[in-house]
């Protein structure tokens, strides 16, 4: 479950006018958090990322589906007839909401943290960026801008003044 206080910034972020993905981002962090922590563990960074849209989601976040998640809902009404009758199986075995819950946590707990450090998130984000086209790239960066503002473009433009800087002292 998440932190109130991971709600109240999506929350934020939606009354500031901001995009799905960045409310859900505040509960992708939150879960990247919790793994650097040592909560629990992941099998790797895309799992990490899925379980703070997954918690997004069941927070009221309209994020928007995989593409392929269409495909996937027909697919899963078509067999709907033999989820039922697997979970009817299910009740006979014993098997409850909370033993499911608690198998999946010792899961997490045995994987490792080391899926969430910064260069396997970069790694991640660089080849999730690659797959995407340099038009599409390109407008996100314009509109990063764009919403960004005078003064946050200034603050950027500094930083990276200052990251210039200190790389050619470095050489």
Do not use: C, N, W, Y
């Amino acid at each position: 479950m998440p932190a109130k206080k991971t709600t109240a910034r999506a929350r934020q972020d939606k009354r500031e006018g901001k995009s799905a993905s960045t409310q859900a981002g505040e509960f992708v962090h939150d879960e990247i958090k919790r793994i650097r922590h040592g909560k629990h563990g992941a099998r790797s960074a895309k799992q990490a990322i899925a379980i703070g849209l997954s918690e997004a989601r069941r927070a009221g976040v309209k994020v928007p589906a995989k593409k392929s998640a269409a495909k996937k809902s027909a697919a899963k009404k078509a067999s709907s007839k033999k989820t039922t009758a697997h979970r009817a199986a299910a009740k006979k075995s014993g098997e409850s909401k909370t033993t499911r819950a608690r198998a999946a946590t010792k899961a997490l707990k045995r994987e490792s943290t080391k899926t969430v450090s910064h260069s396997a998130l970069s790694k991640q984000a660089k080849g999730s960026a690659h797959k995407r086209t340099a038009t599409s790239r390109s407008a996100s960066a314009k509109k990063a801008a764009h919403t960004k503002g005078a003064a946050g473009r200034s603050a950027a433009a500094k930083k990276a003044a200052r990251t210039r800087a200190t790389r050619a002292k470095a050489r």
